[in-house]
């Protein structure tokens, strides 16, 4: 069974750093597109990145351009999102999601994304 699992949320003060991880456990995450996406409250869900495990093609959403990225363990199964400058606003529960076995990533609208994690709060203080 394919399972995801966030770790690594918390509380940080404005301007600090945080590394969320996502385990993916029941086969190997090789040929699939993965995503990082947070809600909210009284928020939609907002895709933050895209990125196939096996070609350099990354997209990122506007909102963390510049200061989030993916990154990914192949020996270790394990895909993180590392988050630089945070601010208040980034204050919201973090989800990673996995495709299917595909050949890379569509947009967020496009690429379907059938697992997901149960998500690790994050919190961010002035």
């Known amino acids: 069974q394919v399972k995801l699992a966030e770790s690594g949320g918390g509380s940080v003060q404005a301007g600090g750093s945080l590394r969320l991880s996502c385990r993916f456990t029941g086969v190997h995450f090789n040929r699939r597109c993965f995503g990082w996406f947070r809600q909210a409250p009284g928020k939609e869900r907002e895709g933050l990145v895209l990125?196939?495990?096996?070609?350099?093609?990354?997209n990122y959403g506007d909102s963390v351009k510049g200061r989030f990225a993916i990154l990914h363990d192949v020996y270790e199964n394990v895909v993180y999102l590392q988050m630089n400058r945070l601010n208040p606003d980034d204050t919201a529960m973090y989800y990673c999601a996995a495709s299917k076995l595909e050949p890379g990533c569509a947009g967020f609208g496009q690429t379907e994304l059938p697992y997901w994690g149960q998500g690790t709060q994050v919190t961010i203080s002035a």
């Open positions: 990125k196939h495990i096996n070609n350099r093609d990354t």
